[in-house]
């Protein structure tokens, strides 16, 4: 097997220190939240301003970088992820709630530059290596599932007001990843179509090919989100667990998101794109029954991990589709709608969860998740109809 591009693996050393900020604000920002909202209804709005951030901050990223170049880009976001922890600290330590929400908005920046490491490591190998790729980038999240949180525990004391010392360690963080994303190789893998005269924006993004990556991936994230970021208040507010039993629960979850990556590779090349996202789906639709059963912490925990192995299917399977839809000319163009509109529903989504875990409660939070999962049934099913040789 052709071994692939090192920048494959700095990029995955840069992710998990970069994306280590992601899980640490899940699982601290609403407990943040609570202590210093002006009412319990905001309190996971911090998790809601990250992920508003992504989306806000989507376009200008791959604007940022298809001017100056994937490597200047990363370590310019990084550089600004740095400074966004330093002012997160500041915030907790001012027991200002809109300064912190604001520092947490302003990570949309390096997290945002993160989602498109994925594209960087696909362009840095052959196309037939693009799964493998994305599949051995995602075990970044390993790494990041565990030190977030833990990032949130050792911080919690060290400074005068809760979790502020935290996001210092956090900066320390982006400074590793600043030297480790110094050493990231400019190069550009072929493209799979022929270059030729750039296609105008409404064209490629009705192409059947790309309605079906973006549902896939879209889907994935909005249903995990909405899921992920009610259940903390769902389970130490409402239900009473521990801090501990939370955050294990956090942390699983956000482990079965991307342990899988460590067999996704061989599950493309066995079962194809096609079977993997449904398998995805058919790991969500299982994650809402088991939460609908009952509110034990085996059934959070069970929930929470489907939760994590459907999401990993069905963004693999989503990533691996979309170069199919573009020619390098067209590649930022893409990518750009393609994450706005994926952290756009994230964001929407995550924002929504505070609403419905507190008005309606846990169970309307699942239910109101399966409207959605038939909509990359639909889009693959559309896509099949176009192919005369289907394939996958």
Sequence with gaps: MRLLHPNVFILLIAQALIGSSGPLIVFVGGFIGIALAPTPALATLPISCMIVGVALFTLPVVKLMSRIGRKRGILLTTLCGLLCSLFAAFSIEQQSFWLLCFSILLFGIPLAANQQFRFAAIESVAPEQSGQAVSVLLMAGLVAAFVGPELGVWGKSVLNESFSGAFVFLAINMLVALVVISRLQPVGAPSLHQDSAPRPLTQLVTQPIFLLALSSAAISFAVMSFIMTATPISMHV???????????????????????????????????????MLAGVAALLTCVVIGLINQDYVHYWSALVL???????????????LPQSYQENEKFRVQGVNDLTIFSLQALASLSAGIVIGWFGWNWVLLSTLPLLFLPVLALWHWRRTQSSPSS
């Design 307 to 321: 939760l994590g192995i459907g999401w990993n299917f069905m963004y693999v399977a989503g990533t691996t589709w």
């Design 238 to 276: 409402h239900h009473h667990f521990s801090m501990q039993d939370t955050k294990w629960v956090i942390q699983s979850h956000i482990i079965a998101m991307y342990l899988p990556s460590l067999f996704t590779a061989l599950l493309i090349r066995k079962l194809g794109i096609r079977k993997l």
